[in-house]
């Protein structure tokens, strides 16, 4: 049975986007199905890293929403990621395989959608749908960051919950918001991740304070590195850095996900 695992924060520029996608590519590397949504819908992006050229996006998921395609058409094959990028040759033997709904970057759409909003609940539907249709073994939800109607329905369906947040009280406070709204919502298992964290923090600290605060299990702590800046969302981190500390700590974490089942 498949897992949902939804990547959320309270506040934009988290890194929340970053994680999912190399958290999936990681997850599809180790021989998994693995389906991507960017439900962000009012400021996409997921699709950047993996290359996908937007002149090719025929439908996107707000099409989906408006009942211009079903959903399968707004989903792209993203797998080649691997062998384009990393050439990994052993990757063409494996049944790991990406695949990503991205939503429309358009101006118009994305007016149309925060003027006359959409059936948040078409997106659970979906869900279901594309998990049996393409024999997913995981679907990470890229969530709109803050707490609205698709991302409560999102959170209800998931199997674990990652919440992201930086070192600061503003994403402190906004994440005890989102824990509480989450705890009473029955979410089966939460995570932590805490991002863009300096050398000079003490992480064992960091760690033991986070923990203590919301009474939730920190996945990872990962560092501000120059690397991730040079990078600027132009590929998979984790691809193109595989030794490096921060590619570490999202493997580490990807072990948390299916050691929580």
């Known amino acids: 049975m498949a897992k949902i695992i939804s990547i959320h924060s309270f506040r934009g520029g988290t890194g929340k986007s970053n994680l999912t996608a190399n958290l999936a590519t990681i997850t599809a590397r180790a021989g998994y199905r693995v389906g991507i949504v960017d439900t962000d819908i009012q400021s996409p992006g997921i699709h950047v890293p993996f290359g996908l050229d937007e002149t090719k996006i025929k439908y996107t998921l707000n099409d989906y929403l408006w009942g211009h395609c079903n959903l399968e058409a707004a989903t792209y094959d993203v ?3 691997f062998t384009t990028r990393q050439k990994t040759a052993w990757f063409n ?13 358009k101006t118009n759409e994305i007016s149309r959608i925060l003027r006359e909003g959409y059936d948040a609940r078409l997106l659970n539907d979906g869900f279901r749908h594309l998990i049996k249709h393409l024999k997913l073994d995981y679907l990470f939800i890229d969530t709109h960051p803050g707490i609205n109607e698709e991302t409560l329905l999102s959170v209800i369906i998931s199997d674990i919950l990652i919440v992201i947040l930086r070192p600061d009280k ?13 705890r009473k919502l029955e979410v089966p298992k939460m995570l932590l991740v805490v991002n863009k964290v300096l050398p000079s923090i003490n992480q064992e600290q960091l760690l033991s304070s986070v ?15 120059e690397e991730m800046f040079q990078l600027a969302s132009s590929d998979i981190f984790c691809l193109r850095f595989p030794e490096h500390t921060w590619t ?14």
Do not use: H, M
């Open 93 to 105: 033997n494996n049944r790991g395989k990406i695949y990503l709904i991205p939503s429309s970057i």
């Open 248 to 261: 570490k700590t999202v493997n580490q974490i990807a072990k948390e996900l299916k050691l929580s089942f």
């Open 79 to 81: 797998s080649s990621v």
């Open 211 to 225: 923990q203590k605060s919301y009474n939730t299990k920190v996945a990872g702590i990962l560092p501000v590195c």
């Open 170 to 182: 503003q994403d402190y406070q906004g994440t005890a918001v989102t824990i509480d709204v989450a």
